[in-house]
């Protein structure tokens, strides 16, 4: 086997323990069958390792969590415009508040309280809880009291002074040289992400190694090579530590440092695997940091590929399952954008480290380099080419990972792989076209906190429909959590988008969905309408209601022989006229009027229909107590299945050939 070191065994099971913990405790029976194959090996030392490792791995994860403290005392390591992060010993604190007067690497003490926020529970959804603990934050509190704060001299407030000025360039200044980014460059790092060149411009590998050469160079004139490589390491750990934090970064500088010191008894591969081990065993929650997997990823199939001069090409078909499922698109041209960007890149990475020498003398040559980069990166997003994918599946990665490994281990024995590359892109393309071969269609409540929201995805990619959009006042929700989920289901273009009425948490986050996604249609007041195979009725009655609630359409659809009844905010009035108007209904799913209120969820209502399941949009810990005690007693004396996105987050409805089953964020 081509890979000759043993770091590379103790660095699995680690993964299987963190992967199992991510996704499914199945995955522990692989855990197992590797350790069988260790004693069936006669690797015993390997074997005892493996196991003592992924038991305190295991540990860490299970073990209670430190508890919020109010006071806390420690040094500001990150800040941006809402919050601070403190470190105190070995975790962080994050802090919300206003800090005006707070600098990175201050001494602080303060006094705050518990902050709770509200983790999205829809499938798919960004973990913040997760990415806070990959960052050593166990703990969150809101700012009441900033008792003392001492302003510490820092390195990084000598490079923040030294690319103080007025140019526009100062934005890129601050990106490779203190890897912190102003509101300018957040815009340009959207696109850039979209582009999937956002490595390019984030403090890397690249950077790192282009900082060591640049280094060399002068100390080139007073010192051996092998003293050139010592201390120019020892200048870029103490400039590696004199800025905020970046996982890449810091691997790249170990993979650098570590073999000037295990070379002789460890190749490359075992010092990553080792590396690979303390970072894990450090914080296991690295797993949930995209940075961290893509960044460790990567490098590993650097690893195995170094050797080989189609390495580079063949490296871009590795990050394909990682790219897509972070932004759900795949820029066709990117690896190819990539090659031709990085010169130019390099170029002005090095006229900057030469900026911080020569100040003012070098800025016009800067300021003209930035100045086009910002063109190019233009031009290239206006002719930009991506695929829509969604959210890959297990099955998916295993295969595609399968043959790509394959394909690695021939190029290491000097075997073509124009079968497996042909077998990767038809893979690619199978996943590509799921949507239109999915026969599985489901009904969504998708958690939006306090308001609506619900979408319907039809069979074989017949229609997609979404009634209400939901609304949040201080964030946009169809950036936030819409569009990411449609994205993850393979939806990049909606049919129709029903509006019942125009309260803001039904539709407050219409106009941006509209903006950064394609909707077809939008109906407000309609009476029938056929989209793909289903058919919606509005049964609201010809009649002026005073309150806006009232006059909600009432939408009725049947799918996959349920029928569904989605009430709008409708109150006890409506529900009595429709009783009187329709006398009986077919109903077996009810989305609960009004998010449970009282007002609504009638006697007359329950009269009318006898649904078998009820579905309650609601905001946890809501300042309208909704849903109320007497919905709840109600649906519960007509036998009816409550599910609430408070306490169960995304509930699914999902249908295949005549059957239907409904599933929460947390299973069936």
């Not at 007509?638 to 408070?646: A, L």
Request: net charge positive.
């Amino acid at each position: 086997m081509f890979i000759k070191g043993k770091g590379f065994y103790l660095a699995l099971p680690l993964l299987v323990v963190v992967l199992a913990k991510m996704l499914h405790p199945i995955l522990y029976v692989f855990l197992i069958f590797y350790f069988i194959f260790l004693y069936l090996k006669h690797f015993k030392i390997l074997l005892s390792v493996s196991l003592l490792l992924s038991f305190l791995l295991f540990l860490f994860f299970y073990l209670p969590q430190p508890l919020n403290q109010n006071e806390i005392s420690g040094k500001v390591v990150s800040k941006d415009d809402q919050s601070i992060v403190v470190k105190r010993g070995y975790h962080k604190v994050k802090v919300y508040g206003e800090f005006k007067n707070i600098s990175l690497f201050d001494d602080i003490s303060l006094i705050g309280k518990p902050y709770n926020f509200h983790q999205i529970q829809n499938d798919y959804a960004f973990n913040y809880q997760c990415y806070l603990y990959s960052l050593n934050i166990f703990d969150t509190l809101q700012l009441e009291k900033i008792k003392s704060n001492q302003h510490q001299d820092h390195l990084y407030h000598y490079l923040e002074k030294r690319i103080k000025t007025s140019s526009k360039v100062k934005s890129l200044l601050s990106l490779f040289i203190l890897g912190t980014k102003d509101e300018q460059m957040k815009e340009y790092y959207q696109k850039l992400t979209q582009l999937s060149i956002v490595h390019l411009f984030a403090l890397s590998g690249m950077h790192l190694t282009i900082l060591q050469k640049w280094l060399m160079n002068f100390l080139k004139f007073f010192f051996s090579k092998k003293g050139q490589k010592c201390i120019s390491l020892i200048l870029i750990g103490v400039y590696m530590f004199s800025i905020p934090y970046n996982i890449s970064y810091l691997r790249a500088y170990l993979m650098l440092f570590l073999p000037m010191i295990f070379g002789k008894w460890l190749n490359q591969l075992d010092i990553f695997s080792f590396l690979t081990v303390g970072m894990l065993m450090y914080n296991p929650y690295l797993i949930y940091n995209l940075s961290f997997i893509f960044s460790y990823l990567i490098y590993f199939f650097i690893l195995l590929l170094q050797n080989q001069k189609a390495g580079k090409y063949y490296l871009f078909l590795g990050s394909i399952p990682i790219i897509i499922s972070i932004q759900h698109i795949l820029p066709v041209f990117s690896f190819l954008i990539g090659i031709l960007l990085m010169p130019y890149i390099e170029m002005i990475y090095k006229s900057m480290l030469y900026y911080l020498l020569l100040g003012k003398y070098i800025l016009p040559f800067l300021s003209l380099e930035y100045e086009l980069l910002l063109k190019m990166i233009a031009f290239i997003y206006d002719f930009s080419f991506t695929l829509p994918f969604s959210q890959p599946t297990l099955f998916f990665i295993g295969v595609y990972y399968y043959l790509y490994l394959k394909g690695i281990y021939k190029l290491n024995i000097n075997r073509k792989v124009t079968q497996e590359v042909c077998l990767l892109l038809s893979v690619l393309l199978a996943f590509y076209f799921y949507p239109y071969y999915n026969m599985k269609g489901q009904v969504v409540m998708i958690d939006v906190g306090q308001g609506d929201c619900f979408f319907i995805q039809q069979p074989y990619a017949r229609g997609n429909v979404l009634i209400d959009t939901g609304g949040l006042q201080k964030s946009d929700l169809a950036t936030s959590r819409l569009i990411p989920y449609l994205q993850s289901q393979g939806v990049f273009y909606l049919d129709a988008v029903f509006i019942s009425h125009e309260d803001y948490d039904h539709c407050g986050a219409l106009a941006s969905l509209k903006e950064h996604f394609k909707v077809k249609k939008v109906f407000y007041d309609f009476k029938k309408k056929k989209i793909g195979d289903l058919v919606f009725k509005n049964l609201a009655l010809d009649k002026y209601y005073t309150n806006s609630n009232d006059r909600s359409s009432i939408i009725y659809v049947t799918i996959n022989h349920l029928n569904y009844l989605f009430t709008g905010d409708i109150s006890k009035e409506v529900e009595s006229d429709l009783y009187q108007t329709y006398h009986h209904l077919d109903v077996d799913v009810l989305k609960v009027a009004h998010h449970g209120s009282s007002s609504s969820s009638s006697e007359d209502l329950f009269k009318m229909i006898d649904p078998k399941v009820a579905l309650i949009s609601v905001g946890k810990n809501n300042r309208y107590r909704h849903p109320s005690y007497l919905t709840l007693k109600r649906l519960e004396a007509y036998g009816v299945k409550i599910y609430r996105s408070d306490l169960q987050g995304m509930v699914k409805i999902v249908y295949y050939g005549g059957k239907n089953y409904v599933m929460t964020s947390s299973g069936f």
